[in-house]
């Protein structure tokens, strides 16, 4: 279910006018930032009745706080979600999952197209006794082959980060669904404007906030939320301690007090603030960065001096017809190699608007080596395995003039 079917209005507007949907103090537009870290109760056995989860109420900063939670309404809104969490970072929130979910012996499916630190993770989690499979999420027969008794969560990247690759999220998520399996989605790349992970019947959706819906590189922040989807009653890691609320809960309940309590990974109120104004112009960024996206992806591949140009809304992309069945847009990350004479550390040093840096979903056009950078750590054969060459340049396009921006592309091919 899309948010303008949910709602009485578009998009746009219910981010914008969400805040006012319930009082706020003063009559302030946004929801103010709370900075108080403890909340003072004039009836004691008030406080005991929110910290038994039998009255509504702010226990401390690490566990919830006002700002903090205008903020998780908004995304589960954006989301059609049943509740949203929002951490520190979105690596926190996939951490979440990890901490709140999965134990010794529990077993993981995942896209083996990953971002790099989603990747270290598994890593991590190996070494913990949780087994992990890496596929090819393009392909629904490769994810349940890797299907075992112990599975209990499928992951996967909307679209993959640097090679843009595209899940096949409906039928992984159908695949999902008959098994009772937990199909967790990073809906980073596509944001929850472009696409709903909800629609194809994901059980948990991520989103790193401090891409497009912060959207101005001034504040980190994750979000995870649940779709209300999932059978909760049938999952076999939740504690006797959170069934003490209806099922639907049950998933969250035990996220929030062993994942965001425990580990203490809690956004702050000042980013939260910062996030949920950033979200008011989302749509607006997404469409311009798209339209941005696409123009200069066909003057690359255009280019006989670009050997290929990894972009969903590209015809010659593996999963256009694809992506352009699931998202509204194809979102504004490409990437692309150059042919072998060019130097692609030349090429970036004679960009004039294109910025070298690292980041994603900002109003400012971001370039980086990819082999050289983010993907360094893990080596030369592993990026081989993921289909990284040494000369891929990963770009997040921003909200420029498109003018400015394709020929700022071209005129760095020119050779000195």
């Known amino acids: 279910m899309s948010i303008e079917t949910k709602n009485k209005y578009g998009f746009t507007t219910t981010v914008v006018?969400?805040?006012?949907?319930?009082?706020?103090?003063?009559?302030?537009?946004?929801?103010?930032?709370?900075?108080?870290?403890?909340?003072?109760?004039?009836?004691?056995?008030?406080?005991?009745?929110?910290?038994?989860?039998?009255?509504?109420?702010?226990?401390?900063?690490?566990?919830?706080?006002?700002?903090?939670?205008?903020?998780?309404?908004?995304?589960?809104?954006?989301?059609?979600?049943?509740?949203?969490?929002?951490?520190?970072?979105?690596?926190?929130?996939?951490?979440?999952?990890?901490?709140?979910?999965l134990r010794a012996g529990d077993h993981v499916v995942s896209s083996a197209f990953l971002f790099g630190n989603t990747a270290s993770v598994w890593q991590t989690i190996q070494g913990q006794g949780i087994?992990?499979?890496?596929?090819?999420?393009?392909?629904?027969?490769?994810?349940?082959?890797?299907?075992?008794?112990?599975?209990?969560?499928?992951?996967?990247?909307?679209?993959?980060?640097?090679?843009?690759?595209?899940?096949?999220?409906?039928?992984?998520?159908?695949?999902?669904?008959?098994?009772?399996?937990?199909?967790?989605?990073?809906?980073?790349?596509?944001?929850?404007?472009?696409?709903?992970?909800?629609?194809?019947?994901?059980?948990?959706?991520?989103?790193?906030?401090?891409?497009?819906?912060?959207?101005?590189?001034?504040?980190?922040?994750?979000?995870?939320?649940?779709?209300?989807?999932?059978?909760?009653?049938?999952y076999p890691n939740i504690?006797?301690?959170?069934?003490?609320?209806?099922?639907?809960?049950?998933?969250?309940?035990?996220?929030?007090?062993?994942?965001?309590?425990?580990?203490?990974?809690?956004?702050?109120?000042?980013?939260?603030?910062?996030?949920?104004?950033?979200?008011?112009?989302?749509?607006?960024?997404?469409?311009?960065?798209s339209a941005n996206a696409l123009a200069v992806a066909q003057m690359l591949e255009a280019d006989p001096r670009v050997s290929v140009v990894h972009y969903p809304g590209l015809k010659s992309h593996p999963q256009h017809a694809l992506a352009s069945e699931l998202f509204r847009s194809f979102g504004y990350l490409l990437s692309f190699e150059l042919q072998p004479e060019i130097d692609c550390f030349d090429y970036l040093n004679r960009m004039k608007l294109g910025i070298s840096a690292t980041h994603l979903g900002d109003n400012r056009t971001l370039v980086l080596p990819v082999a050289h950078t983010i993907f360094y750590e893990m080596g030369q054969e592993a990026r081989a395995r993921m289909g990284i060459s040494e000369s891929l340049i990963r770009v997040s396009i921003g909200i420029e003039d498109t003018v400015d921006l394709v020929a700022d592309f071209k005129q760095a091919l020119d050779v000195q």
């Open 17 to 101: 006018h969400g805040d006012r949907q319930k009082i706020i103090e003063h009559g302030s537009l946004h929801k103010p930032v709370h900075t108080s870290v403890t909340y003072g109760y004039q009836d004691a056995r008030q406080l005991a009745e929110v910290f038994q989860g039998r009255a509504q109420g702010y226990r401390y900063g690490r566990q919830g706080n006002p700002t903090v939670a205008a903020l998780e309404d908004k995304v589960n809104v954006m989301e059609g979600g049943s509740a949203t969490i929002c951490f520190a970072t979105g690596m926190a929130a996939i951490g979440a999952v990890v901490q709140g979910l």
């Open 131 to 234: 087994g992990v499979t890496m596929v090819d999420v393009t392909d629904v027969a490769q994810v349940e082959a890797a299907l075992t008794a112990n599975t209990r969560v499928v992951f996967v990247e909307t679209v993959a980060n640097p090679r843009t690759q595209i899940a096949d999220l409906k039928r992984i998520g159908a695949l999902c669904t008959s098994r009772g399996i937990l199909f967790v989605v990073d809906n980073t790349m596509t944001s929850p404007y472009l696409f709903q992970p909800k629609a194809v019947g994901a059980s948990l959706v991520i989103n790193s906030l401090t891409k497009s819906i912060g959207g101005h590189g001034n504040a980190l922040g994750g979000a995870l939320t649940d779709t209300g989807i999932f059978e909760w009653s049938q």
């Open 239 to 289: 504690l006797n301690s959170y069934k003490k609320f209806p099922p639907v809960q049950w998933g969250m309940a035990q996220i929030r007090a062993k994942s965001l309590r425990d580990f203490g990974a809690a956004i702050g109120p000042e980013a939260a603030h910062h996030i949920a104004v950033g979200a008011e112009t989302m749509a607006l960024r997404m469409d311009r960065s």
